[in-house]
């Protein structure tokens, strides 16, 4: 299995940055490598379906929401088994729980999530 720990949410003014990170953990590397996971952000607003914000594969491709373009970084380490989300320019509406999620032959790992709250 793979075990997803996110850190770094918090309370953040608009215009603000946050950077998220989450290390991946588990039996399953000890046959399958880091590198070979699909990595991503996902978040979900009270009342809304879970989004994707940014992912990362193989090989460092990267794809983002639209709505996060320009503002948002994601980054892999693969020797550290990490993923970050630098979030910057913070607005109301990126206020979420953000979730890291991992893929891989077909099966999704979730984090337990992490609150990012964007209040004045």
């Known amino acids: 299995q793979v075990q997803l720990v996110e850190s770094g949410g918090g309370l953040v003014q608009p215009g603000g940055s946050l950077s998220l990170s989450c290390a991946a953990s588990g039996s399953i590397f000890r046959v399958h490598t880091f590198s070979g996971f699909a990595m991503g952000w996902y978040r979900q607003a009270p009342g809304k379906q879970r989004e994707l914000v940014a992912g990362i594969i193989t090989g460092g491709n990267t794809k983002y929401a639209d709505s996060v373009q320009g503002r948002f970084t994601i980054s892999r380490n693969n020797n550290r088994k990490t993923v970050s989300l630098q979030m910057n320019s913070l607005n109301l509406d990126d206020t979420a729980v953000y979730y890291c999620?991992?893929?891989?032959?077909?099966?999704?790992?979730w984090g337990q999530g992490t609150q990012v709250t964007v209040s004045s």
């Open positions: 999620n991992a893929r891989y032959l077909g099966r999704d790992f």
